[in-house]
């Protein structure tokens, strides 16, 4: 299969040649872009910091905190009166 190329795309690319010098920009919007861009560089960099100082952060284990200790059980050791009568018989 042979490939022909539609005869709009000649044209296409005759016009894009023509109106190429035509959008150029100019230096000084050459370099207002390359400042924009700069710009967007350094913000990109210090979000980016700042993400890896919160995950280093919480990648760092945290201080061992003494655990309360847990409260004795009076249920099974403490006094119960319902017990006691049952014990002395009554």
């Not at 894009?16 to 100019?26: E, Q």
């Not at 945290?62 to 099974?76: E, I, K, L, N, Q």
Request: glycine fraction near 4%; charge should be neutral.
């Amino acid at each position: 299969m042979v490939f022909k190329p539609f005869p709009s795309v000649p044209l296409a690319l005759a016009l894009s040649l023509v109106a190429f010098p035509a959008l150029a920009a100019s230096d000084a919007e050459l370099d207002e872009l390359r400042a924009q861009v700069r710009a967007l560089r350094d913000s990109y960099e210090q979000r980016l910091a700042e993400l890896e100082r919160r995950l280093a952060r919480q990648a760092r284990p945290a201080p061992a905190v003494a655990a309360a200790p847990a409260p004795a059980a009076d249920g099974a050791r403490g006094f119960n009166p319902e017990i006691s009568l049952i014990l002395q018989g009554q």
